[in-house]
């Protein structure tokens, strides 16, 4: 069992930063990929930003440019840099972690923080 606690949410007017920080109970090392989603209100949970057990990252095409996904393996620390906020980025993000233990695979999620930007 894996327990994630996102922080960092909050409100922002359009053009600003924010950073997520997730702070997980395992080593984010051991992680098959870690990766952030959001959800707006009456949409669907997208992925915004994965990153790799080995590093490598992926973004959605929106974020792209704008937001940077990294960890910090000795903090057990998954962090998303918010640059250039757009209202369209409001939702509330979750930070998700998938491990395997031979053949069963683990999907793991936290609480959610809320990211409000404003026009």
């Known amino acids: 069992q894996v327990q994630l606690v996102e922080s960092g949410g909050g409100l922002v007017q359009a053009g600003g930063s924010l950073r997520l920080s997730c702070a997980a109970s395992?080593?984010?090392?051991?992680?098959?990929?870690m990766a952030w989603y959001r959800q707006a209100p009456e949409k669907q949970r997208e992925l915004v930003a994965e990153?790799?057990?080995?590093?490598?990252?992926n973004y959605r095409d929106s974020v792209k440019g704008r937001f940077t996904i990294s960890r910090d393996v000795a903090k057990n620390t998954l962090y998303l840099q918010m640059n250039s906020l757009k209202p369209e980025d409001t939702a509330v993000y979750y930070c998700?972690?998938?491990?395997?233990?031979?053949?069963?695979?683990?999907?793991?999620w936290g609480q959610g923080t809320q990211v409000t930007v404003s026009s």
């Open positions: 998700n972690a998938k491990s395997s233990v031979w053949t069963t695979l683990y999907d793991y």
């Open positions: 395992r080593s984010t090392g051991s992680m098959n990929t």
């Open positions: 990153i790799s057990r080995g590093g490598s990252t």
